[in-house]
């Protein structure tokens, strides 16, 4: 997976569009995304984040443009698409009937894989849901739902994973969880597509960064490269945010092993 | 179809046979209903209404069957509602499976699930001294316009399951359909009806069905009745099915 040629993009959107009746969503969205990185997709509620990532996902057609994942395009082999990524929607879709370990036994049996019980096992212990595996989702806090959810998209190691607002609604410690799993991620050779609206999140996690604003990129760039567009002010702003959450990670005494990940 | 379709299916329908099993009160919601209707008919209101020859309990038992059904189903649509909103259906259209297998899982889980609960609903009835000389034949013949007719409404549940706005919305439609055995041949004669109820009663699906189960179970000749059930299970069936994949097809790209 890591062996592929840089020279091709793991994804491509190209002229993307699409409206819900008269609303425009999108007017035509451009990017690439370079395989084994990660690519935040910044944007306002209402931006068309989600609408790009549905697209992507082959679970929405666009009214015009392209989009290719893994080398397939979406309109014409969703099947082959579908095969390439995994998608982490903005709410937490996991079975609440079901055990945190059965969810992921389903998941593989879905995917055809052997053994899903190991595999199920090896990822509850990466994410250190072993614990609570047997127990019901419903009983879970919105970290570990969290947790379990991104774990349902790792089985079988899809190449490209989507995440839309992966952090939307979590505490601060669910939300260092998450990072650090994204980390991870990209540490291991997956392409990652992020969408956010947290500046600090796009800045912590990714390697190019688009701002999607009324249904079109208006910058993309690398950090660095985009700091040069932001106002100063934008600037101390992001740099006083940290500070805060350090205070309150140190006041409600998060164990050490959150602590060292806000470090680095 | 792609060559997982069965085996997806299966899985899929595991998944959701344990939603029933984890939580057997809705199978108890389920039966509720139609056993209080039952000890109604039979210990209040069955003496002043005449049937004839046959046990009330024998006569308003087919009617009873067919309301366990509408009743069942809500929790249908509840299943594949909560599905659309908790963003696991659109989890398993995103995955690389058999994509209609999801809606079959839905739709195979309340087969069984109806299943258990008109099982149950027999039991109480032959407590409350329902009897039947009615033998394999025949008994087979009811459970397969029994199968029809819950297919066809569990197709009719998928629709509002996929499209409700609220959870209120998703089981509101079976209401009407529970409602609709009272105006039919299912617990009263419709000789004794007024001429425009009496006109609908006997032209509505529940009373051909009701009719035919009741001279299967007391082993007469069912007649052309059996066809009319027939026709109408099948009907509502294909219309049921057409619309709900309909709305399926809005849902997902």
């Given amino acids: 997976m890591t062996a592929r040629s840089t020279a091709v993009p793991a994804i491509r959107v190209q002229g993307l569009e699409k409206s819900y009746g008269t609303l425009k969503v999108l007017r035509g969205v451009d990017f690439d995304v370079a395989p084994g990185t990660v690519f935040a997709l910044l944007g306002s509620n209402g931006s068309g984040k989600t609408t790009s990532v549905r697209i992507l996902a082959t679970l929405l057609k666009p009214d015009a443009g392209t989009a290719v994942v893994n080398g397939f395009d979406v309109a014409t082999q969703p099947a082959r698409v579908r095969e390439s990524f995994s998608l982490t929607g903005q709410f937490s879709a996991v079975d609440d009937i079901l055990s945190g370990r059965e969810n ?41 739902r969290r947790r379990l959810d991104i774990a349902m998209s790792l089985v079988g190691n899809p190449p490209v994973i989507f995440l839309d607002e992966p952090t939307t609604g979590l505490d601060p410690e669910g939300r260092i969880e998450v990072w650090q799993t994204v980390k991870e991620l990209a540490g291991h050779g997956a392409t990652v597509l992020l969408t956010t609206q947290y500046l600090d999140e796009a800045e912590q996690l990714a390697d190019r960064i688009a701002i999607l604003h009324q249904g079109r990129i208006i910058a993309n760039g690398s950090l660095s490269e985009l700091r040069q567009l932001l106002p100063p002010a934008t600037v101390e702003y992001v740099e006083k945010q940290p500070t805060l959450e350090e205070i309150f990670l140190a006041v409600i005494g998060g164990d050490d092993e959150t602590a060292t990940i806000t470090n680095t | 179809m792609t060559p997982y379709f069965f085996g997806d299916t299966v899985v899929l329908t595991g998944r959701s046979l344990r939603h029933v099993t984890r939580s057997m009160d809705t199978i108890i919601t389920t039966v509720i209903t139609p056993v209080a209707m039952m000890l109604m008919f039979v210990f209040v209101f069955g003496g002043a209404i005449d049937t004839g020859t046959t046990s009330y309990v024998n006569y308003m038992l087919p009617g009873i069957l067919l309301i366990t059904v509408a009743s069942g189903i809500s929790y249908t649509a509840y299943r594949l509602f909560v599905d659309m909103k908790s963003g696991i259906f659109e989890r398993f259209q995103s995955m690389p499976i058999a994509r209609s297998g999801v809606l079959w899982a839905h739709v195979l889980t309340s087969m069984v699930a109806n299943l258990l609960s008109l099982a149950i609903v027999v039991g109480v009835a032959l407590l409350m001294g329902f009897r039947s000389g009615a033998g394999v034949p025949a008994w087979m013949a009811i459970s397969g316009i029994l199968f029809l007719f819950t297919l066809a409404l569990t197709w009719i549940a998928v629709i509002p399951g996929l499209s409700a706005a609220s959870v209120e919305g998703a089981g509101a439609f079976a209401y009407p359909l529970i409602f609709l055995p009272f105006i039919s041949s299912a617990f009263v004669p419709t000789r004794t009806m007024p001429g425009p109820v009496r006109a609908f009663a006997e032209h509505q699906p529940v009373t051909s069905i009701v009719d035919t189960i009741r001279r299967l179970l007391a082993q007469q000749p069912v007649g052309g009745e059996v066809w009319t059930a027939l026709a109408w299970c099948v009907g509502i069936l294909v219309a049921a099915y057409v619309f709900a994949m309909a709305a399926y097809r809005r849902k997902i790209a």
């Fill in chain 1, 104 to 144: 992921l036994v389903l998941i593989a049996r879905l995917l055809h894989l052997d053994d899903p019980g190991s595999i199920a096992d090896d990822l509850l212990d990466r994410f250190s849901l072993t614990d609570a595996g047997g127990r019901k989702v419903s009983t879970y806090s919105g970290g570990m």
